[in-house]
């Protein structure tokens, strides 16, 4: 995932300014609850243009198919500034993707509208689109009940094979919401629904992904039961629909149906913890080639003190944010210890959700008002931040929650495709 181009500044103007559109100006209207499509690439777009570089050659003298593998190993930065015939290649369904931020979010007014909507951050534009509203159930999962007035209720969501999968939730009555998964294509930019979910719809159970299946295991049904806390299962969404969930061996115990957890895969082990921060926790790993549960290293389980995540793209290394103090460390199996990523000096703390993807390791902070994203795969450098404190950090840049929004879920996958 490239470096945004907007990172520095706010990705939306707000209503405020003097230079903002009319209330009912369309240019207002990117940023809504339920669309059908991404908001359109270029605001200044008008039709004549539009139509005018539509029937400009990618490369003279080329036809477009071959130009089209002249230009995939280029960068899309560089495709994207070059122009628009070229900038709208990058969202073509035939052209390799590159990655953007998906994010789940709530009002930052949940009483006013208690609803969740989706966007994905494009890197290259700047910019936050609106993804296509999911088709959720009756009654819809929700993030907020009067009985749990300062805790937010889980919505379970995980990435594989390239998809983003709706997996886990909640209804105001405190029942399961989702009976099947919810798949969200972005090439197709459209949502499918999986097949029902072994023994019972679920809530605040594990989930992941595991080599590009779709991983659960624990939870809470309607009612608690043993059987549904100790099973697990696998599913391939870049299956069939009807492919159904193939399980895995039981769980010793029923203790991942308390909290909702993340499962991350990393050297062809899921591992996962009940409990996130510094207080006792136990953790558990299952080998995906042997097929059986495992104790956690020692190790791996003290330094698991926050939101964690496994870049499929380094090796599967764990990536870990300490709430408390702020700093980003990873695992390393054959030593069982942490080492240091990024000290930054309370820039991470208080971190909720984070995803790895692309060489960048992506953490919510401040209250869901703002994404910190990291390179990691450049060295660390020394800096020094406003108030004088000394970090180590790689590149580290912040991207601004749409207007209104705070990210309560957080995803690396491949962009939308856009109409030609």
């Not at 879920?409 to 109409?419: D, F, Q, S």
Request: charged share 20%; glycine share 8%; hydrophobic share 40%.
């Amino acid at each position: 995932m490239a470096a945004p181009a907007a990172a520095k500044r706010p990705c939306c103007k707000p209503s405020s300014s003097p230079s903002s559109p009319p209330r009912n100006d369309p240019k207002r209207q990117r940023h809504r609850t339920a669309v059908a499509a991404a908001a359109p690439m270029d605001d200044d777009d008008d039709g004549a243009a539009a139509t005018a570089s539509s029937s400009q050659p990618l490369l003279p003298g080329l036809p477009d198919h071959l130009a089209q593998l002249c230009l995939s190993p280029l960068p899309p930065r560089l495709l994207h500034a070059v122009c628009r015939p070229w900038r709208r290649l990058l969202y073509a369904p035939s052209f390799p993707p590159f990655l953007s931020l998906y994010a789940l979010l709530e009002p930052e007014d949940v009483t006013a509208a208690p609803d969740v909507s989706l966007a994905a951050y494009d890197p290259l534009a700047g910019r936050w689109d609106e993804v296509p509203a999911p088709p959720m159930p009756s009654p819809p999962p929700t993030l907020w009940h009067p009985s749990f007035l300062c805790r937010r209720l889980p919505l379970q969501s995980v990435s594989a094979s390239g998809r983003l999968v709706l997996l886990s939730g909640s209804t105001h009555s405190l029942l399961p919401a989702l009976p099947r998964p919810l798949v969200f294509e972005p090439a197709g930019n459209r949502w499918l629904l999986g097949p029902r979910i072994p023994l019972a719809p679920r809530r605040w159970c594990a989930a992941g992904a595991a080599r590009g299946r779709v991983f659960v295991a624990g939870g809470v049904g309607a009612a608690y039961d043993l059987a549904v806390a100790r099973s697990g299962a696998t599913w391939d969404p870049a299956a069939t629909p009807s492919a159904p969930w193939e399980p895995i061996p039981p769980l010793r115990d029923g203790r991942f149906s308390r909290e909702a957890a993340e499962a991350v895969c990393s050297g062809g082990k899921v591992c996962m913890v009940n409990l996130r921060g510094r207080g006792a926790k136990e953790g558990a790993v299952f080998d995906l080639a042997a097929g059986r549960w495992e104790d956690m290293p020692p190790g791996l389980l003290a330094g698991w003190t926050g939101p964690a995540a496994a870049s499929p793209d380094n090796d599967g290394t764990i990536f870990v944010v300490d709430e408390e103090q702020g700093d980003l460390s990873a695992y390393d199996w054959g030593s069982d210890r942490w080492r240091a990523v990024v000290v930054a000096a309370g820039r991470l703390k208080g971190a909720t959700e984070m995803a790895a993807g692309g060489g960048r390791v992506c953490v919510v902070v401040g209250g869901g008002e703002k994404v910190a994203v990291m390179d990691v795969t450049t060295p660390a450098k020394a800096a020094r931040s406003r108030r004088g404190e000394t970090f180590t950090a790689p590149g580290m840049w912040e991207v601004p929650a749409p207007p209104g929004r705070r990210v309560v879920a957080l995803h690396v996958l491949p962009r939308m495709t856009r109409p030609e």
